[in-house]
């Protein structure tokens, strides 16, 4: 398995800012993958960034408002941009699978709680 | 959207008993996936069951699935109050990235002592 940390742990903003949000895996990985969970609801898939391509976003999200960075195969980076309170959610980095060779199983970081305010 | 639907929605049990949790989904997958979220934190990885086996167990954990009917089962046999958390089921399918796991809206399971 693999060992995910993700940081801010929770943050409270203010409507138009933005915030952006870092995980970082203790082995290399291949694909990582970035979830939001709104209030009492499932997650949902943003995106998944591989290292050295842009990263690939889901029906509903779009590059500008979630930007995300993959410099190296241990840490990513999502920003939430122009954030409205419709953004509180939990926002969680999940990895496949530890080195290079994916696997099926996904692990998942502690989750930053965002509310806007 | 989403892929899975568990049911039930909410659950509660005494301590000892079994949960019995059921996801259904659409689509072909490669395989589903349990997960445990408790109080909002991050998701901790239960069991996975490939789609060409149809049971599995893991400690007090039985996952079965049936491909033919796009369900599985989640067991958790003798039940402890720290049982109690949210379930998601989560296929796996294939997109334009890769793999993605689609999460179903979960069960919440309450175990009380």
């Known amino acids: 398995s693999a060992v995910i940390s993700q940081k801010p742990s929770r943050d409270i903003c203010q409507r138009g800012t933005s915030l952006t949000i870092q995980c970082q895996v203790d082995?290399?990985?291949?694909?990582m993958f970035w979830y939001r969970q709104q209030p009492g609801q499932s997650l949902t898939l943003i995106a998944t960034a591989n290292q050295g391509s842009e990263a690939t976003y889901e029906s509903g999200f779009v590059i500008d408002k979630f930007p995300i960075s993959r410099p190296n195969l241990t840490f990513s980076t999502l920003t939430v941009s122009n954030m409205s309170p419709e953004d509180s959610s939990i926002y969680l980095c999940s990895v496949e699978g530890t080195g290079t060779t994916s696997t099926d199983t996904q692990y998942f970081g502690p989750g930053t709680r965002l509310t806007v305010l | 959207s989403q892929q899975g639907e568990e049911d039930p929605q909410a659950l509660s049990i005494q301590e000892g008993e079994n949960a019995t949790m059921n996801c259904s989904y659409k689509?072909?997958?490669?395989?589903l996936q349990w997960y445990r979220q408790n109080s909002g934190r991050g998701l901790v990885h239960l069991i996975l069951?490939?789609?060409?086996?149809r049971e599995k167990h893991s400690g007090r954990l039985r996952v079965t699935l049936d491909t033919s009917k796009k369900s599985s089962s989640l067991l958790i046999t003798a039940s402890r109050a720290a049982d109690t958390a949210s379930y998601f089921c989560?296929?796996?399918?294939?997109?334009?990235?890769?793999?993605?796991?689609?999460f179903g809206k979960g069960t919440t399971l309450s175990v009380s002592s």
């Open positions: 069951i490939r789609s060409n086996e």
């Open positions: 689509t072909s997958i490669n395989n």
């Open positions: 082995s290399q990985v291949t694909m």
């Open positions: 989560a296929t796996a399918i294939d997109n334009q990235a890769g793999t993605a796991l689609i």
